[in-house]
């Protein structure tokens, strides 16, 4: 068995992977209609009778595509960030801020 991070022995390093001639998410983006999508999604969130979980997965995937996941948002405001100062190796705090 090769090493993490090396070909076996006879790998080409070809292009990988061929594109599929089928695809499911082309298939699903060609016959599904965003809006009717987008309001069985809130109608099944909406309705009482669906469990909890489902509700919960429903709304974080409501919340996913509005707002986005964490890792998409970008910070644009600096003061939120923690504040650094950088000194040097002889640098001495005043007296009483050792704390």
Do not use: H, W
């Not at 090396?6 to 790998?11: E, H, L, S, Y």
């Not at 996913?64 to 998409?72: E, F, L, S, Y």
């Amino acid at each position: 068995m090769a090493r993490p991070g090396t070909f076996q022995k006879g790998n080409k390093l070809g292009q990988g992977r061929p594109k599929a001639e089928k695809s499911l998410t082309r298939a699903l983006r060609e016959k599904a209609d965003p809006d009717e999508l987008a309001a069985f999604l809130l109608d099944t969130f909406r309705d009482s009778e669906t469990p909890i979980s489902l509700r919960v997965a429903i709304a974080e995937k409501i919340y996913d595509r509005v707002d986005g996941t964490p890792i998409q948002q970008i910070r644009t405001d600096s003061a939120d960030l923690p504040q650094l100062i950088i000194v040097g190796p002889d640098f001495k705090l005043p007296d009483g801020e050792n704390e």
